[in-house]
């Protein structure tokens, strides 16, 4: 097998074909079980869609706020050409000023903490801890029920980031995102 003196682990005396200690059947995801192990690919897939999804969420309650800070004769103005366009096509459109200005905040609101808590955990996502995992699983999940419940109102839109809160949320339940939480 091996010439007499020679240590079969030694790389350079050519015993480079001895086969790694451990469980070499079972797969990456038990190499998510090292403390020292990196973000799997799925997690990191995660961390990023949050980071955009959170950025997303920030730059979009910002342009919300910005349109708050119309003059109420321009806001006017917008909402009577939005009228007369809408009458065009037979739609009546009753919205006054002080709705359209109370719909844009809470928009802004919204917007806001979606992105707040969705940059918050994705800076967080790297630390191990099974709060971190459960955060992010009941966070996509809240928001995926949400844009569910707008996908069937009538939103077909919703239907894009649906399918990113199932597949970010179908990533961490996978079996290399609890094996890296520590959750087999």
């Known amino acids: 097998m091996f010439p007499s003196g ?21 797969g990456a995801h038990f190499d998510a079980l090292h403390p020292d192990a990196p973000l799997p ?4 897939i995660v961390r990023v869609l949050m980071f955009v999804g959170g950025v997303c969420g920030m730059a979009l309650s910002a342009l919300f706020l910005m349109g708050l800070s119309a003059p109420p004769d321009a806001m006017a103005e917008a909402l009577r ?3 007369d366009m809408a009458a ?5 459109l009753s919205l006054g000023i002080e709705a359209m200005r109370s719909m844009m905040v809470v928009m802004a609101v919204i917007t806001g903490v979606y992105g707040l808590l969705s940059t918050l955990l994705a800076g967080r996502i790297r630390r191990r ?11 996509q999940g809240a928001a995926g029920a949400l844009l569910l419940w707008s996908l069937f109102s009538g939103d077909l839109l919703a239907i894009v980031p649906l399918g990113f809160a199932v597949t ?3 990533h ?13």
């Open 168 to 170: 970010m949320v179908a």
């Open 41 to 44: 690919r799925k997690v990191a």
């Open 88 to 92: 065009e096509q037979g739609v009546e």
């Open 172 to 184: 961490m339940l996978s079996r290399e995102g609890r094996a890296h939480y520590g959750l087999l």
């Open 6 to 26: 020679q240590d079969p682990y030694d790389r350079s005396q050519g015993g480079g074909d001895v086969p790694p200690r451990g469980m070499p059947d079972f």
């Open 81 to 83: 050409q939005q009228a």
């Open 129 to 139: 801890t099974v709060g971190v995992f459960w955060g992010v699983v009941v966070f």
